[in-house]
């Protein structure tokens, strides 16, 4: 089976990335697109990401999550972190997460070091979860085998009756991480495949150096 793509066209002409128009700091800049593509309610997710680690067997591993917050600091989100993400991450920290945005036909690459958050955080975040998705991130096992969806099913049942008008508290092996960026990338697409591609990349002593990348 074969199915030839290469007469699948698009032209970009929606927007433009010009020096003159972008902030000293690029979290700034992201934060303006967000609001950007938010507004537009042309995305059902504007947070979902792609992350991407290199995992234990070597091989480089994309996912989509969800961003849940974004500060000067970084780029923050949740998971299990005896996962495979998370057992990735323990053994590499380097990782990129990357928002695809084809409404606004843009692009935001990040390229950082991811550790975790402080408890006292992950216990608020998981507390605001709606009660379901607490139980969620307790009965999963994530990335493990499992023999059906039944079993799934079964221990969320049983985790429900023994948390009948009960606290659910955060596990310890389910929380947060923080991409600290050391470069980001903003994309944005342009007629004739000259699309724009500005980097800032983080300098020793903090400042960003930003530069004007070849399409």
Not at 10 to 31: G, H, M, R
Not at 144 to 167: G, M
């Amino acid at each position: 089976m074969q199915k030839d793509l290469s007469n699948y066209r698009k032209t970009y002409e929606k927007s433009a990335l010009t020096e003159d128009t972008i902030s000293d700091n690029p979290i700034q800049l992201f934060q303006k697109w967000f609001y950007e593509v938010e507004a537009s309610d042309g995305v059902d997710e504007p947070n979902a990401m792609t992350l991407s680690t290199i995992g234990i067997d070597n091989f480089p591993k994309s996912r989509v999550v969800l961003l849940k917050k974004y500060t000067y600091e970084g780029f923050i989100f949740y998971t299990n972190y005896t996962s495979e993400k998370g057992m990735a991450i323990d053994q590499n920290p380097n990782v990129c997460i990357s928002f695809f945005w084809p409404n606004m036909e843009r692009q935001v690459i990040v390229k950082g070091k991811a550790e975790k958050i402080p408890e006292n955080l992950s216990d608020g975040y998981f507390e605001s979860r709606p009660e379901g998705s607490k139980l969620g991130a307790i009965v999963s096992n994530q990335s493990a085998v499992i023999t059906s969806r039944e079993v799934l099913e079964e221990k969320l049942k049983a985790l429900e009756k023994a948390y009948e008008n009960k606290e659910i508290e955060r596990p310890d092996f389910w929380g947060g991480y923080i991409v600290k960026p050391i470069s980001i990338e903003f994309w944005q697409g342009r007629p004739n495949r000259l699309h724009d591609r500005i980097r800032y990349s983080l300098q020793s002593d903090m400042d960003w150096k930003i530069e004007r990348l070849a399409p």
